[in-house]
């Protein structure tokens, strides 16, 4: 399939609600993109980039309101939702079902963003506020910043959206809130302080 134009967003939204993998703008990198709830659909996505069937795959989001139904307890994001959309990665924990592994870890958490991206979050939105993203590059290699990046890698297959050149930036502020207190996973560009939270 070609490449799709902005004004043809709604087609890879209904490539996604059928099960089918997606290259999608974020407001960092481009990422592959599949249905959380679908085994199917996440196996696909894990089997195009060549990655181990157990790593985390983070999940975007259009809304707390959209994941909530997802989670243990929403109100753990109370404290850091301010910071979104943005560059930060809040694992949670999830309630049994809905989503399926490894979005889902073996130890039952989640780890939750909002991307600072319009056209992003409106292909999230489309397909229920909740989409399984992992950066759009195969396994060990750069991710894509752009449409014609995804394209060369993965090739004609799969389905792009194109959203402009990506700036690269620094991955997002990892903290987990599973503990008594929050605690950074990964150092990004929402600081410890800011978080209130346990460096790493």
Same mark, same amino acid.
């Given at each position: 399939?070609?490449?799709?134009?902005?004004?043809?967003? &709604?087609?890879?939204? @209904?490539?996604?609600?059928?099960?089918?993998?997606?290259?999608?703008?974020?407001?960092?990198? +481009?990422?592959?993109?599949?249905?959380? #709830?679908?085994?199917?659909?996440? /196996?696909?996505?894990?089997?195009?980039?060549?990655?181990?069937?157990?790593?985390?795959?983070?999940?975007?989001?259009?809304?707390?309101?959209?994941?909530?139904? +997802?989670?243990?307890a &929403?109100?753990?994001?109370?404290?850091?939702?301010?910071?979104?959309?943005?560059?930060? #990665?809040?694992?949670?924990?999830?309630?049994?079902g809905?989503?399926?592994?490894?979005?889902?870890?073996?130890?039952? #958490?989640?780890?939750?963003?909002?991307?600072?991206?319009?056209?992003?979050?409106a292909?999230?939105?489309?397909?229920?506020?909740?989409? &399984?993203?992992?950066?759009?590059?195969?396994?060990?290699?750069?991710?894509? #910043?752009s449409? =014609?990046?995804?394209a @060369?890698?993965?090739?004609?297959?799969?389905?792009?959206?194109? /959203?402009?050149?990506?700036?690269?930036?620094?991955?997002?502020?990892?903290?987990?809130?599973?503990?008594?207190?929050?605690?950074?996973?990964?150092?990004?560009?929402?600081?410890?302080?800011?978080?209130? &939270?346990? =460096?790493?």
């Amino acid at each position: 399939m070609p490449i799709l134009t902005p004004d043809r967003t &709604a087609e890879a939204i @209904a490539h996604l609600l059928a099960g089918g993998v997606a290259a999608i703008p974020t407001d960092t990198v +481009y990422g592959l993109a599949a249905l959380a #709830t679908s085994v199917e659909a996440v /196996g696909a996505l894990i089997d195009l980039k060549g990655r181990e069937q157990q790593q985390p795959i983070a999940v975007l989001v259009d809304s707390v309101e959209a994941v909530a139904p +997802y989670l243990e307890a &929403a109100s753990a994001l109370d404290g850091v939702a301010r910071f979104w959309p943005g560059a930060l #990665t809040a694992v949670v924990l999830a309630r049994p079902g809905g989503l399926v592994p490894p979005v889902v870890t073996e130890s039952a #958490t989640i780890g939750v963003r909002m991307p600072d991206d319009d056209l992003a979050r409106a292909v999230i939105r489309g397909c229920g506020g909740v989409l &399984a993203v992992t950066s759009a590059n195969r396994h060990g290699e750069p991710a894509a #910043t752009s449409a =014609e990046e995804c394209a @060369a890698a993965f090739g004609d297959a799969l389905v792009v959206l194109d /959203g402009g050149t990506r700036n690269g930036t620094a991955p997002s502020t990892v903290v987990d809130l599973t503990g008594p207190r929050p605690r950074i996973l990964r150092a990004g560009p929402i600081s410890a302080a800011d978080l209130g &939270a346990e =460096e790493a």
